[in-house]
């Protein structure tokens, strides 16, 4: 009979695995690191897979954003709306704003609902991961189907918003042209744009949770140095060159350029988009979406820890 001073009572059960160390028990039965990093080609793929459930998700969280509003979801329409009226008064009527654009109203509608999307896709991104704890912990999937999710969510209430747009283009005396299609690539740029950094500020966000609330103030000085609802090239023109140059690539502006000159290229009294416009806007598409998702992914195995 063994005692508590019996050495062999105190000992590991023997067997086959005796004398393994645990790097070896790990080769042995194909153990992993539970949430571990994948390789990068590999978490494209994962993502890929998830693709549906990131549509549900996303349209899920559309609905149900506002169920307990009396007028429902009209308030993703109504909310741009109100936001051109208020620009409206203050810019456009008591600082004379509208002067110096040829067809002020849609001219500013459309730069509110353009940086809308940017800046609700930014706050929800930045969010995205501290919102959604009670999923990361109780789910295995790929991270960041939670930022691009609510970038859809933001894209959704976008694509709702452009119908009436549409209608307040079409009632300022603009008529449809061929220029139109070039709206798709251009929010379709902007789409990808965001989502790069709705990814680098999600992982931000995950870190430091007094990001969301600083937010909104870096947002607001954005949209006011981005010529939402005023014409920065008629106002920086004495300026030294490097804020001119600095103004003329603002991924703001450059996107909401876009979108007004494809509904009408005489919109704010000039005739020709620049060439370069096109270049810059598929170019911050490209470096915010690759540089985001990759240093979103950096960080997989942090999210939801601690």
């Not at 789409?191 to 870096?218: E, S, Y």
Request: hydrophobic letters at 50%; charged letters at 10%; glycine letters at 6%.
């Amino acid at each position: 009979m063994s005692t508590l001073s019996d050495p062999l009572s105190l000992s590991a059960p023997r067997g086959a695995d005796a004398g393994l160390t645990p790097q070896q028990l790990v080769a042995k039965y194909g153990l992993t690191v539970s949430g571990a990093r994948p390789p990068l080609p590999k978490y494209v793929q994962q993502l890929w897979s998830r693709r549906h459930f990131i549509m549900s998700f996303a349209t899920a969280r559309l609905v149900a954003q506002y169920s307990t509003a009396k007028l429902g979801q009209v308030w993703q329409v109504v909310t741009p709306l109100l936001n051109c009226v208020v620009y409206f008064l203050v810019f456009g009527l008591i600082l004379s704003g509208s002067k110096s654009i040829g067809n002020y109203v849609p001219w500013l509608c459309i730069g509110v609902f353009i940086f809308q999307f940017i800046q609700t896709a930014v706050q929800s991104g930045t969010r995205s991961i501290s919102d959604s704890l009670g999923l990361i912990r109780a789910l295995h999937f790929p991270r960041a189907c939670l930022p691009i999710a609510f970038t859809i969510i933001q894209l959704q209430q976008l694509l709702i918003s452009m119908v009436v747009l549409i209608g307040i283009v079409l009632a300022s005396g603009i008529t449809p042209g061929l220029s139109w299609l070039l709206v798709i690539p251009a929010i379709a740029l902007l789409c990808l744009f965001n989502t790069g950094i709705a990814l680098a500020m999600a992982r931000v966000g995950a870190k430091t949770t007094d990001m969301a609330q600083l937010m909104p103030f870096i947002l607001r000085t954005w949209m006011y140095l981005s010529g939402v609802f005023y014409s920065i090239e008629n106002n920086i023109k004495s300026w030294p060159k490097w804020i001119q140059l600095a103004a003329d690539v603002n991924p703001a502006s450059v996107y909401m350029d876009l979108v007004r000159f494809a509904f009408d290229p005489s919109i704010d009294n000039r005739h020709s988009l620049p060439p370069h416009v096109w270049a810059v806007a598929i170019a911050w598409a490209l470096v915010a979406f690759v540089l985001g998702f990759v240093f979103f992914w950096k960080a997989e195995e942090e999210y939801g820890r601690g």
